[in-house]
């Protein structure tokens, strides 16, 4: 993991399309202005790691379906 020091105002860029700004600082919060292109998606940690789970999921129901289509199949022959 890169580490990073930056203060309000300051910026970090990714790559040539993404860029990072500290807007503000509160406590222990960091607001964060990112600057991506239209079809790139930001999500925040937990949003994303809900949305890889129910991709898991989605998988293996489809592989079971196809196991059931498959049996199925094979009966009807």
Do not use: F
Request: net charge positive; proline share 1%; hydrophobic share 40%.
């Amino acid at each position: 993991m890169l580490i990073l020091t930056r203060r309000q105002g300051e910026s970090l860029h990714i790559g040539d399309d993404i860029k990072i700004t500290v807007l503000g600082i509160q406590g222990k919060q960091v607001k964060l202005g990112i600057a991506v292109p239209k079809n790139a998606a930001v999500y925040r940690d937990e949003v994303y790691e809900r949305i890889c789970e129910e991709n898991r999921q989605a998988l293996m129901a489809a592989e079971n379906d196809l196991r059931a289509a498959a049996t199925l199949w094979k009966r009807q022959k």
